[in-house]
C-alpha cells in the first residue's frame, strides 16, 4: 500500500545522496547509551549478543533493530534509534549478528543477507523473556533484507505486532549490480575489506582456539584473492558457507522482494529514490505488497541517511518517524489500517 507520509527534506547541503549516506559513519557524533549486554547461545551451539536499552518494566513495548552489512549495535543509526526509543518510554534491544559484537563467532558460518532463521530465534527469545510485552522489529538494509523475509516466511506467526524497514536490498543481485557502479565503487570497495577482515580474523582466533574443524571449513574456501565484488564474494565465501550452490543461487533464496505479499504484520518501509546501492527497478511494485504493508518512498536520503535539519544541528528524520509509526500501530486497530 503506498502512502502520503510526511515529505523528508535533506539538510541544506546534505541533497546529495553520497553525502546523505556518509553522514552517519563519518560526521555524526557518537551516541552514548547506557546497555546491558545479553548473549543468546543458539541451537547450533554459536551466540548473538543482544545490547538492551531503555525500562525493563514487563509491560512496556520492546523494539528489536537490526543493523547491516559490516555494522554493529554500534552503528550509528542503531544507537540513534534506541535513544529516540527510550526517550519515548520505550526498550528495545539492538541484535549483533554472528560475529558482528566486537567477538568472532565460534562457527564457520557468519551472517548474511538470509539470515532469517538467526531472527527466528532471537524473536522466539524475546517473547519468551518479556511474555507481556508487545514486540517490533526494526531493520536496516541487510538488516531490513532479514526481517522482510522473516516476515514472509513466518506470516502470521511472526512473532512481531509491527515492523520497519529502511533501505532495504529488495533483489540482491541487481544491487550487487549497483554498488559496482560509479561512485558506488567506494563502498563495494569499504565493504570488501570488511568482510574479508571478518573472515581473517574469524581464522586467527579459530587457530588460536584450536578450533580444527571450522579453520578447515575456512581453509576449504581457498586463498581470498581478488575478491572485488559482492559477486566474487557472495560465490567464494558466502554461498559455500551457508548452503547455496552460487551467488546467483544465495541471491534468489535471500532477496526480499520475492517474500513481501506473504507479510501478513503491519509493515512500514521506508527508501529512497536516490539510494545509490538500488536501482529504481529494484523496487517493488504496489501490486506485490500485503494489505497491511505501507510502502514510503521519499524523493531523497541515500541509503540509511535522512538527515535534515542543519549543518550545525541536524536532525534524523527515521529516529521521529519510526518511534511515532510504532506508537500508532500500537493504538490503531487493524480494520482502521487496512482501509486507508
Known amino acids: 500500500m503506498l502512502t502520503f507520509p510526511p515529505r523528508f527534506t535533506p539538510a541544506p547541503g546534505l541533497g546529495n545522496p553520497h553525502l546523505q549516506t556518509l553522514w552517519g559513519p563519518l560526521w555524526r557524533k557518537t551516541v552514548h547509551l547506557e546497555r546491558q549486554r545479553e548473549r543468546l547461545w543458539l541451537d547450533d551451539g554459536d551466540f548473538l549478543d543482544l ?14 533493530v537490526l543493523h547491516g552489512l559490516t555494522g554493529s549495535s554500534n552503528s550509528p543509526y542503531v544507537a540513534g534509534l534506541q535513544q529516540a526509543l527510550g526517550n519515548q518510554g520505550w526498550a528495545s534491544v539492538a541484535l ?9 563467532n565460534l562457527l564457520a558460518r557468519s551472517y548474511h543477507s538470509g539470515a532469517s532463521e538467526d531472527l527466528a530465534a532471537t524473536v522466539a527469545h524475546l517473547k519468551a ?5 508487545p514486540l517490533y522489529a526494526v531493520g536496516y538494509s541487510l538488516g531490513g533484507n532479514v526481517l522482510l523475509k522473516h516476515l514472509g516466511e513466518s506470516g502470521q506467526d511472526s512473532g512481531l505486532q509491527g515492523a520497519v524497514a529502511v533501505s532495504v536490498p529488495f533483489r540482491l543481485d541487481q544491487c550487487a549490480d549497483r554498488i559496482g557502479q560509479g561512485f558506488s565503487r567506494i563502498y563495494q570497495a ?22 580444527l574443524e571450522g579453520l578447515a571449513t575456512l581453509s576449504d574456501l581457498g586463498p581470498l584473492t581478488g575478491l ?6 557472495d560465490g ?10 552460487d551467488a546467483q543461487d544465495y541471491y534468489r533464496r535471500a532477496s526480499s522482494r520475492y517474500f513481501l505479499g506473504a507479510i501478513r504484520t503491519p509493515t512500514l ?11 529504481p527497478h529494484s523496487l517493488p511494485e504496489p501490486g506485490e505488497l500485503a494489505v497491511d504493508t505501507q510502502f514510503e518512498l521519499q524523493a531523497k536520503g541515500g541509503h540509511v541517511g ?4 542543519t549543518l550545525g544541528k541536524p536532525g534524523y528524520y527515521l529516529e521521529r518517524r519510526i518511534p511515532q509509526w510504532l506508537a500508532d500501530i500500537g493504538t490503531t486497530p487493524a480494520a482502521a489500517r487496512t482501509s486507508t
Not at 545490547?51 to 528489536?64: F, I, K, M, R, S
Not at 523473556?129 to 510485552?133: D, E, G, I, S, V
Not at 521506508?270 to 536501482?279: E, G, L, M
Not at 535522512?306 to 535539519?309: A, I, K
Request: charged share 25%; glycine share 8%; with cysteine.
Open 51 to 64: 545490547d538492551w536499552h531503555g525500562p525493563h518494566a514487563a509491560e512496556t513495548p520492546l523494539v528489536l
Open 129 to 133: 523473556q518479556r511474555p507481556l510485552a
Open 306 to 309: 535522512f538527515v535534515d535539519g
Open 228 to 233: 572485488r565484488t559482492f559477486w566474487d564474494f
Open 236 to 245: 567464494r565465501v558466502t554461498a559455500p558457507l551457508h548452503g547455496f550452490a
Open 96 to 104: 549483533n549478528w554472528r560475529g558482528c559484537s566486537g567477538e568472532p
Open 269 to 279: 518501509i521506508i527508501q529512497a529514490k536516490d539510494d545509490p546501492f538500488v536501482f
Open 190 to 211: 569499504h565493504f570488501m575489506r570488511e568482510m574479508l577482515a571478518y573472515i581473517k580474523n574469524k581464522q586467527r582466533q579459530f587457530q588460536y582456539d584450536g578450533r
